[in-house]
């Protein structure tokens, strides 16, 4: 599997299938636990049918988080090629300032970090994208909202 990025908003949006946030509430890292997966990977989602990317973004972040107050921006596109796929994505940044409970079904946990968790659902790609956003944001060390 490779992954490669690219600068934002290069890919055109009709490839676009996924958005990845890495999103920050309070000076720590958000990372949420699907049903099913047994794992931790940062929010993110698949791009609706005529939906913009950063659109779904903005989505996934109030679904799978609880967001109601945040701001949202893209990071990086970015590309993961496998034996038999290529796919394209988005990769943004949130702070949030504010959570609601969470109303989705597919979340069962959502955590924070000061760091990148152990038990990664999809560990290449989710390491990948994380230490690329490490890279742009920069350290969190005493941020809070």
């Known amino acids: ?21 890495f999103a920050v509430y309070k000076g ?11 794992g931790w990977e940062m929010p993110a989602g698949h791009r609706e049918k005529d939906e913009h990317i950063n659109v ?24 993961v090629t496998s034996d038999d796929h290529i796919g394209y994505g988005r990769l943004f940044y949130a702070k949030i300032y504010e959570l ?3 109303n989705d079904s597919e979340v069962e946990e959502i ?20 230490k690329k956003a490490i890279s742009v944001v920069g350290p969190l060390q005493g941020e809070e909202n």
């Open 111 to 130: 955590g924070f970090f000061t760091q990148q968790p152990e038990n990664l659902v999809y560990p290449d790609v989710q390491s990948a994208l994380f």
């Open 28 to 38: 720590k890292i958000v990372f949420v636990k699907n049903k099913g997966r047994g």
């Open 56 to 79: 779904t973004a903005s989505r996934e972040l109030r679904e799978e988080t609880g967001a109601v107050k945040y701001e949202i921006k893209p990071l990086c596109d970015y590309m």
């Open 100 to 102: 609601s409970p969470i």
């Open 1 to 21: 599997m490779d992954i490669c990025s690219f600068p934002k908003e290069k890919v055109p949006e009709d490839l676009m299938e996924i958005a990845v946030i």
